[in-house]
């Protein structure tokens, strides 16, 4: 079975200073990780994902997480946050265990300080 | 494309009534799927589809009904609502193949009275 917890539901960082959110994953197979965003009263959309292909993977506005399997962790980073990335994050598991399931992660929400 | 679309954006309803919630979307996937998102639980899956005529209940399934005729549509239906079910609704679909991300509709906010 697939799990995710993400450590902190509150993330709070001044304008141009380093963005970590932090997120754990349990999987009984090899896992697919994601990394959504969701802006007030949006959907979610994707921002980075793991397929195995490499472990440090690129997103979309400066982000970037790394898969480490020793640790279970899919930690998204970005060097130096900005005001437009004020939104709650969410990362998720997906894998084919039968059938197909992406459990997420609880969300964290980042706020940016000016 | 439209991608995920999903009607209505907001709907009031009293206990005991029942509605549907309609998703469509145009990018042929074949995996589609209802979660509610609810403060501090992230999102729930609450009943997916693989394809037109199979469906499977997720983690959060009862009080509600699914269905899936063709590709494209995939209502949700509140047989009779309860307020615990005030909620947000998103509708995803995504390519048969999890490492495939999945798209969002734009939500639909349910107040159950």
């Known amino acids: 079975a697939q799990s995710v917890t993400q450590l902190g539901s509150h993330v709070s960082v001044s304008e141009g200073a380093l963005v970590l959110l932090r997120c754990n994953y349990s999987s009984s197979v090899p896992p697919y990780l994601f990394w959504y965003v969701q802006y007030p009263n949006q959907g979610l959309q994707l921002l980075l994902k793991?397929?195995?292909?490499?472990?440090l993977v690129k997103g979309i506005n400066g982000f970037e997480a790394e898969f480490k399997k020793s640790e279970t962790s899919f930690h998204l980073t970005k060097p130096s946050a900005h005001m437009s990335d004020a939104a709650e994050y969410f990362c998720a598991v997906g894998a084919y265990t039968g059938g197909f399931k992406t459990i997420f992660g609880a969300g964290t929400r980042l706020f940016v300080k000016a | 494309n439209a991608g995920v679309t999903q009607t209505p954006k907001f709907q009031v309803l009293k206990t005991g009534q029942s509605m549907t919630l309609q998703c469509a979307q145009d990018?042929?996937?074949?995996?589609m799927s209802w979660y509610r998102q609810d403060p501090g639980m992230g999102l729930r899956l609450i009943h997916y589809?693989?394809?037109?005529?199979?469906?499977d209940q997720g983690e959060v399934p009862n009080g509600y009904n699914v269905s899936r005729s063709t590709t494209e549509d995939f209502p949700l239906r509140l047989l009779s609502a309860a307020p615990s079910q005030t909620s947000v609704y998103f509708c995803a679909s995504n390519h048969r193949d999890a490492s495939y991300e999945q798209y969002f509709g734009p939500g639909t906010r349910l107040t159950v009275t």
């Open positions: 990018m042929n996937h074949e995996y």
């Open positions: 589809s693989v394809g037109a005529g199979i469906t």
């Open positions: 793991y397929t195995s292909a490499a472990t």
